[in-house]
């Protein structure tokens, strides 16, 4: 083992995708994974949202992704479907595709970018001062390293060593949940009862059956037996359906949790680590993926000393609300789930409601990720929100937006008169293309929108800066999220 600039506790997605981050942007970076391989037991997450796909599209692996799943016109709140087929992406589907897939391919292509794995071994704990982290590992080895991201799930050590509060609410209502095999065939799909909602589903191999089943009182003593699981079964069903071979049982809670902050010092949090909540929506692994490709960036700038450290408080600024806005979304899908009299009241509101076109389209926005709006302050409806994968006329020929940003790097898109735009103190940083776009500039949610005369797009694919047809506020916009024009010198 060696030292390296940046080490990430956790090869799970969102540790994957921050590593192949760092990577593109030139960063000696590491991830520390305890389990020997990227093998992954279990019903984990099961799709990538419309906004997940698109980041990974901007990066050029999202086909990757797509030949190995199935898409869906839809995303779910609750048992509510809310078709998305309409919204202007070229990924306005939910892609089902099981997490050990996802993970498989994130794997592979992080070693494509030569990035290590130190398999087998964990975080066990650190030490940080104003010179990096000391980061000590479950066999007794240590790496020095200039910052530490733990991506090392919910029960996070990183989180944890750091003194970082994780405030929130309490388990309430607890789920059984296992893959096993059964002698008979069973009553497949949803069913409901005093208790709740369960569910039995073939897997993709055939050959396993995936259980969820709603617990009539909370559990929290971790992994059931699989004679649990029989008794379980019987109560609900009337019959086990033979139940045997598992190859995972476990259990989980409505807990939700966020760290207060994503950052202490050179220490930052990201997925699991950072926010924790029921799988209602599908929501978890998507936004995990998201924090790494907002981090990523601004990490290697800070490292390679292009950006001052401040630029890292923007992380949790910008990251935080909208894993809040995960938390109350997903708390509100375990309220709609109870099976009173008055929930079901509730969730025949809920259903009409988003019935109607508005209600539908903001919240199915909100789900799939394709509503994020960041707080840069008052100017073009553009600004803060995801770049639009538009067809652009270029010198070189046709090109789509989210092919310039494969390689993770600032773009200035002038769609006036060519060469009108100074941005030579950042020509090393940051792309500039003049282009041409005659189409229909179209947001989720908000719909059209004024053209702009030109377009300032951070390595996320979140407008920094839009103007009119002049440089006001580009300078501020550049030095802000690019560093000062001094920082090459």
């Known amino acids: 083992m060696s030292d390296h600039a940046v080490v990430i506790a956790g090869g799970g997605p969102t540790g994957l995708m921050l590593a192949g981050e760092l990577a593109l942007a030139g960063m000696d970076v590491a991830i520390v994974e305890r389990r020997p391989d990227q093998k992954l037991a279990g019903l984990r997450a099961g799709g990538l949202h419309a906004r997940t796909l698109e980041v990974l599209d901007q990066r050029g692996i999202a086909d990757r992704f797509l030949s190995q799943g199935q898409t869906s016109p839809s995303v779910g709140l609750h048992m509510i479907r809310l078709d998305i087929s309409d919204f202007p992406t070229r990924h306005n589907y939910l892609l089902a595709l099981r997490q050990n897939h996802i993970e498989r391919i994130l794997a592979d292509w992080v070693g ?8 087998g071994h964990e975080v066990a704990g650190f030490i940080q001062d104003a010179s990096g982290v000391d980061v000590k590992l479950s066999n007794g080895h240590r790496l020095k390293t200039t910052y530490l991201v733990g991506c090392d799930g919910g029960r996070s050590t990183v989180r944890k060593s750091a003194g970082i509060e994780f405030a929130g ?3 309430t209502m607890s789920w059984m949940i296992a893959e096993v095999e059964i002698s008979e065939e069973p009553e497949w799909g949803f069913r409901s009862n005093a208790f709740g909602i369960h569910a039995l589903g073939k897997i993709e191999d055939g050959k396993k059956v995936g259980v969820v089943l709603t617990e009539p009182n909370l559990e929290a003593r971790g992994e059931p037996s699989l004679r649990e699981l029989s008794e379980a079964l019987i109560a609900i069903y009337g019959t086990d359906y033979g139940v045997h071979n598992p190859t995972w049982l476990s259990r989980f809670t409505d807990m939700t949790r966020q760290a207060v902050k994503y950052r202490d010092r050179r220490v930052l949090l990201a997925g ?15 936004i995990g993926v998201q924090d790494a490709v907002n981090l990523g960036w601004k990490l290697a700038q800070v490292v390679k000393l292009i950006s001052p450290e ?8 910008e990251r935080h609300p909208v894993a809040a806005r995960v938390l109350r979304n997903t708390m509100a899908q375990v309220a709609l789930r109870r099976t009173d009299d008055r929930s079901k009241a509730l969730n025949d509101i809920f259903a009409e409601l988003l019935g109607m076109d508005e209600p539908r389209k903001r919240i199915a926005a909100e789900m799939s990720g394709l509503g994020v709006h960041y707080d840069f302050g008052e100017g073009h409806p553009l600004l803060g929100r995801r770049m639009p994968d538009l067809d652009l006329a270029t010198a070189d020929g046709p090109l789509r937006v989210f092919t310039l940003l494969h390689d993770a790097r600032p773009v200035l898109l002038n769609f006036g008169e060519p060469g009108r735009l100074d941005l030579a103190p950042w020509a090393d940083r940051v792309r500039q293309i003049d282009a041409g776009y005659a189409g229909i500039w179209d947001l989720p949610v908000l719909g059209r929108v004024a053209a702009p005369g030109a377009v300032l797009i951070r390595p996320d694919g979140y407008v920094a800066w839009a103007g009119a047809g002049t440089q006001q506020g580009l300078v501020d916009a550049l030095t802000t999220w690019f560093g000062s024009p001094a920082a090459s010198d």
């Open 310 to 317: 401040s630029l890292l408080d923007s992380y949790h600024t």
């Open 272 to 286: 699991d680590a950072a926010h924790v909540h029921p799988p209602m929506g599908g929501q978890g692994l998507n």
């Open 169 to 171: 609410w309490d388990p």
């Open 112 to 119: 494509e970018l030569k990035v290590p794995i130190y398999r």
